[in-house]
């Protein structure tokens, strides 16, 4: 097996962990039975204390209820002045079908 490989390619597929098995494999097959050392530990990381990150995880919210509340007051004015003008009916006396109404 080859051991020149990329690891940002590797790890992100899990292939890395697969390459290492298959290394142990191939040792315990040999007759060697010494198992390499390997240890995982987390990358360190810090803490993201930025206003505008709160402010869109409070906002953001907020933000999708106002445009449903919209789209729920637009979706009912076209649905009364619709029932008020008897749209339909008039199409389907001019020779719509039923099916068609639908799809419009």
């Known amino acids: 097996m080859s051991n020149n490989l990329r690891c940002g390619s590797m790890t992100t597929l899990g292939a890395f962990y697969l390459f290492v098995c298959l290394n142990v494999l191939q040792q315990f097959v ?3 039975t010494s198992v390499p050392d390997i240890s995982v530990q987390m990358l360190p990381t810090t803490s993201m204390d930025v206003p505008l990150v709160s402010l869109m995880t ?3 919210p907020l933000l ?5 509340i919209f789209f729920l007051q637009f979706l009912a004015v076209i649905l009364v002045s619709e029932k008020e003008t008897f749209m339909k009916q008039h199409m389907l006396i001019m ?3 039923e099916s068609a109404y639908w799809y419009i």
């Not at 999708?64 to 449903?68: N, V």
């Open 30 to 32: 040999s007759g060697s």
């Open 58 to 60: 409070l906002g953001a």
């Open 64 to 68: 999708f209820a106002i445009a449903y």
């Open 95 to 97: 020779g719509m079908r």
